[in-house]
């Protein structure tokens, strides 16, 4: 019988490279909380509804990304393809603003989209993401984005930049999308077919286009800061100052739309010339208009959410994984050994310590062999004569010192031992 692997654009997240991911998930609910930000889990299945009217039908994550089934109840159901729709469905329906107005959310966990898989482009990835509900003041914006630099900062990452735009508001992208109309339609027969399709419905979108052609035509077309309103642009100049005061670097980006309809105002990412052609580890922006198109009431808000693999593919260049922590590894031999073993392996792990018990029986100098390749501090062994007096060999591996001690001595030294295990 053949053996059953994982579906195309699934991986498992193997325990040698655990490490990476847990470092950034710390490093992220740290700084989350330090900000005041709160975590929201939403359920990974949702009416397929939610995300056709949260996120547009007119882009590729709707129109062509989302896994999207009949359940047993005849229900239309997808698997989210992002994090925002949920968090806003559930701020509606929890009446979330009920409860004292502004929210600070964060979210962590697999998304799903129906892309073809390559590096840095999974078909289940993980997304750490937040949004702030219930502000229209540019400091949630830049707020926002600092915490994204800080926690990308913070986990080691080098050779970012951020890329800032303003989409501006209804209004304004109403007549940048007639001058969008105006200059794409004479180029019309040389976009892609995509981007013909768009040309009428959501020209925007057209900017976004990866195809190279399109491209070229784009880097020709109008910009919309040329559209931007009275409000809108005294909303983005406030968003660079505050950036400039806090010595956040950006660079001015008129072609950066997002992909989703529900964006106005400050629109950013994140990028990393080390990814090739998945380079954005980060995308956000305001979306003022979804939680009332959602049916929520009028909300202004603003958020990001960064791709967790496209991370760890730029960590791995960066750092060699730390080696797992392991304080002790118990070797034991003989029946009474092995017995007492487990109880004092119970006591340590209670007193606070890193313990690994070998359970092979097998002769002394393989056990020793294999605390060597764990890179345990130190090993205690238990053999017949240490089990019969109830004592215990402590031997410190990098210099090889060993003594016997008493097992009630040594579970009534751990701070000695903890300070010694710290800096060997
Ligand atoms: P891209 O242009 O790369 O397709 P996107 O605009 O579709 O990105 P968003 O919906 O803004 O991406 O999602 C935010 C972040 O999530 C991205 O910047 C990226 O880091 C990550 N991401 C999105 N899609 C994938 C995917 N299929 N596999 C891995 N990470 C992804
Ligand atoms: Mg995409």
Not at 129 to 146: Q, T
Not at 324 to 333: G, I
Not at 412 to 422: G, R, S, Y
């Amino acid at each position: 019988m053949s053996a059953i692997k994982t579906l195309p654009g699934t991986r498992d997240i193997l325990p040698a490279e655990i490490q990476y991911w847990q470092n950034i998930e710390e490093v992220a609910r740290t700084i989350l909380k330090k900000a005041a930000y709160r975590e929201i889990r939403t359920p990974i299945f949702e009416q397929t509804s939610l995300f056709e009217r949260g996120i547009g039908e007119a882009t590729d994550v709707v129109g062509k990304e989302m896994y999207t089934f009949k359940d047993k109840g005849d229900r239309s159901i997808t698997l989210r393809p992002e994090g925002t729709a949920g968090v806003v469905r559930a701020f509606i329906q929890n009446s979330l603003e009920a409860q004292g107005g502004l929210q600070r959310l964060w979210y962590a966990g697999p998304m799903f989209r129906y892309e073809r898989p390559q590096q840095g482009r999974m078909r289940q990835f993980h997304q750490i993401g937040v949004e702030v509900l219930g502000s229209a003041n540019p400091r949630a914006d830049v707020e926002v984005i600092a915490i994204a630099c800080d926690i990308l900062q913070t986990i080691g990452l080098k050779n970012l930049r951020l890329d800032i735009n303003s989409v501006g508001n209804k209004e304004d992208r109403q007549n940048y999308r007639q001058a969008l109309i105006d200059y794409f339609t004479p180029h019309k027969s040389e976009l892609d077919a995509d981007s013909q399709d768009r040309l009428t419905r959501n020209p925007l979108r057209i900017l976004d286009s990866k195809n190279e052609r399109t491209q070229e035509i784009v880097a020709g077309a109008p910009s919309i800061l040329d559209y931007l309103g009275e409000e809108s642009r005294s909303h983005f100049e406030q968003v660079q100052q505050m950036l400039k005061n806090l010595g956040i670097s950006y660079q001015l980006n008129p072609r950066l739309v997002r992909g989703l309809d529900y964006y106005t105002y400050t629109a950013f990412e994140i990028i990393s010339d080390d990814l090739g052609a998945q380079a954005t580890v980060c995308g956000g922006g305001r979306y003022d208009g979804l939680v009332k198109e959602l049916g929520g009431p009028d909300t202004a808000a603003v958020g990001w959410a960064m791709g967790i693999e496209r991370l760890i593919i730029l960590l791995q260049k960066l750092q060699p994984l730390p080696a797992p922590k392991l304080d002790f590894y118990l070797v034991s031999r003989g029946e009474k050994a092995e017995q007492q073993s487990v109880l004092l392996a119970q006591k340590l792990r209670i007193a606070g310590f890193i313990v690994e018990m070998d359970l092979s029986g097998s002769p002394f100098s393989k056990q020793f062999k294999r605390a060597a390749q764990r890179g345990a501090v130190a090993c205690l062994v238990l053999g017949d004569a240490e089990a019969e007096n109830e004592t215990v060999q402590l031997k410190w591996l990098a210099s090889g010192e060993q003594s016997a001690i008493a097992q009630s001595e040594l579970l009534a030294m751990t701070t000695e031992l903890q300070q010694k295990i710290n800096n060997p």
